[in-house]
């Protein structure tokens, strides 16, 4: 079954607002999270990571926060813009299987109201 | 733009064909990922390459095979193709060590 995966498939959000998306994550091995926003048509794009031995890490106008406790991560993203219209998917990856590819969510669809 | 590239960008062939899906890495990534994306299964990784030898299979079908070459290019080939197998092909790259992945713009591949 899917390792990861995303609280909410659509998020509607006013334009200038801070988004909150979700996600959860049931692999204790996973150290290493990331998350993408793809465009319509386009191939994911990275936003941000963190790696498991850090809660919170800040990049422009997004912030990612890690709660191994409750196997959480979320993506802030403040002041949303038109153009932050996008699926964005979380993905983990777990070093214990020796491989590098990653585990993908299956995406919240972010919709920025006018 | 990435800096990964991919060819072509359509494919469209019938049932029980075998198509090539071209991949080129940023220039000085020597790790090369294949994903396959549907609407049913979401993203799924299919097999990394690290400087010319594979690495680790993820989801991929014995029907479908990878290789990278010396010039750090790679190819996806996928063989008795099925109706199933219709869905967006994306190519990744990263450094190797380095854990963040590049992916270039993706093949759609439909099959008919």
């Known amino acids: 079954g899917e390792s990861v995966g995303l609280h909410l498939p659509t998020l509607s959000v006013q334009e200038g607002d801070n988004s909150i998306i979700n996600c959860a994550y049931s692999?204790?091995?996973?150290?290493?999270f990331i998350w993408y926003k793809q465009e319509s048509g386009k191939g994911p794009q990275f936003i941000i990571d963190i790696r498991s031995n850090m809660d919170k890490r800040q990049g422009q106008r997004v912030t990612v926060l890690l709660n191994k406790t409750v196997k959480h991560l979320s993506l802030q993203i403040a002041a949303t813009q038109p153009g932050d219209s996008a699926v964005y998917f979380c993905?983990?990856?777990?070093?214990?299987?020796?491989?590098?590819?990653?585990?993908f969510g299956k995406g919240t669809h972010l919709i920025i109201q006018p | 733009d990435s800096g990964v590239t991919q060819t072509p960008k359509h494919l469209i062939t019938a049932t029980g064909q075998r198509v090539t899906l071209r991949c080129s890495p940023r220039s000085g990534d020597l790790s090369v990922y294949w994903y396959q994306q549907s609407l049913d299964q979401g993203l799924q990784f299919l097999i990394q390459?690290?400087?010319?030898?594979?690495?680790a299979k993820g989801n991929i079908l014995e029907r479908f095979s990878a290789q990278q070459f010396p010039d750090l290019h790679s190819e996806l080939n996928l063989s008795s193709l099925e109706l199933g197998d219709s869905a967006l092909y994306f190519c990744?790259?990263?450094?190797?060590?380095?854990?963040?992945?590049?992916f270039g713009p993706g093949t759609r591949l439909t099959v008919t």
């Open positions: 990744a790259s990263s450094q190797g060590d380095n854990y963040e992945q590049y």
């Open positions: 692999n204790s091995a996973s150290d290493y």
């Open positions: 993905a983990e990856r777990s070093r214990g299987g020796g491989a590098d590819g990653l585990t």
């Open positions: 390459y690290y400087n010319g030898e594979e690495r």
